[in-house]
């Protein structure tokens, strides 16, 4: 049984980020997993997806999505 973690942010709240690559940049919280104790921020932490074609007649393409970050490494802004 994985116990839920007390996070200090809720969705909709700006945040900066304190440590890590990303480090001093500000966006606003998009989703929260309890369980995990991360936090998606918009515009924050870009990660990259290829996607092969499945099959002849589709087209290969790279997603691009936010990664989370531990409620830790951020702090609200004003």
């Known amino acids: 049984m994985i116990k839920e973690q007390k996070i200090h942010v809720r969705v909709g709240d700006n945040v900066k980020i304190i ?7 500000i966006g606003e919280v998009i989703r929260i997993n309890k369980n995990t104790g991360k936090i998606i921020v918009k515009g924050v ?3 990259f997806k290829h996607i092969k074609p ?8 790279i997603k691009q999505f ?10 609200l802004s004003n």
Request: aromatic share 8%.
């Open 19 to 25: 440590s890590g690559f990303h480090k001093n940049e």
């Open 45 to 47: 932490n870009f990660k």
């Open 54 to 61: 499945r099959t002849e007649n589709e087209v290969g393409e």
């Open 66 to 75: 936010e990664a989370p970050i531990h409620h830790s490494n951020v702090k």
